[in-house]
């Protein structure tokens, strides 16, 4: 390993460059180790370098999800709404609401318009379950050490979370080995409140997409959920603030 090493410093010395190498993680869970220790095989990786950032992957749980996705849906209306000077008829709270939110483009904006706005959420809540999230650590020879930098990988950059919704993940969430497997998924489980509340929310959230006038169908519903109708019928007689006419969905009340 000195041999191999040296080698690294020869082309410092002779081309007065840096080098920069990168190397991978020992197996099992790395989040309790000091970032220097994580390197597989000689300990040789993390006495040699003079600066050594070492990447550990965040395991992004179902709430953190939702809350980006709702961010994603009133950013995209907002902005759809302000394009056509329309953003005086949302208020603050309403900015933050989805579904407040998203009932506002359909009652401003034309349908077509409507239906560009519902497009680009969709890819863009594509694109949302394709990132991964990143925590950055450093041990540094010669410099003050830096505090860790939490990062998305939304291929093919990483971005810094600026938001800050990253710092609060413990690194070994989802991936220590040293919990029995059954607890893993046993915490992963969510009680029938939980499971309940999230089919509420996401008819209300379909309704809102597709809904022209305070209206839509059981077909269109279906459709955009990507399910059945008999599915759409059996979450609109649980949720209770819905009603069907002759293939209409309308809201109780309205």
Same mark, same amino acid.
């Given at each position: ?32 180790? *000091? ?29 953190? *999800? ?64 394709? *990132? ?123």
């Amino acid at each position: 390993m000195a041999a191999f090493c040296n080698q690294f410093d020869k082309v410092c010395n002779e081309l007065e460059c840096a080098v920069i190498y990168c190397h991978h993680h020992s197996k099992g869970a790395q989040g309790g180790k *000091r970032s220097m220790d994580r390197a597989s095989g000689s300990g040789v990786f993390a006495r040699d370098p003079d600066a050594l950032l070492d990447l550990i992957e965040l395991e992004i749980n179902e709430n953190l *999800r939702t809350a980006e996705e709702n961010k994603i849906i009133c950013d995209i209306a907002y902005k759809w709404l302000c394009r056509f000077n329309k953003e005086t008829f949302v208020s603050d709270d309403d900015r933050l609401s989805p579904v407040q939110i998203m009932k506002a483009v359909r009652d401003n904006l034309q349908l077509n318009t409507c239906q560009h706005v519902t497009e680009e959420i969709e890819a863009a809540k594509k694109k949302l379950y394709s *990132r991964s999230a990143w925590r950055i650590e450093a041990t540094l020879r010669e410099f003050p050490k830096f505090a860790p930098v939490n990062v998305w990988f939304d291929y093919p950059v990483h971005k810094i979370d600026n938001n800050g919704v990253l710092k609060d993940i413990d690194a070994d969430d989802g991936f220590n080995v040293k919990r029995s497997p059954w607890k893993n998924n046993f915490s992963k489980k969510k009680s029938a409140a939980e499971k309940k509340k999230e089919r509420m929310e996401s008819l209300e959230t379909a309704f809102s997409g597709v809904a022209e006038n305070g209206c839509t169908t059981v077909a269109e519903l279906a459709e955009y959920m990507a399910t059945t109708e008999k599915t759409i019928r059996n979450r609109i007689k649980e949720h209770g603030g819905f009603t069907i006419a002759e293939g209409k969905v309308l809201e109780k009340g309205k």
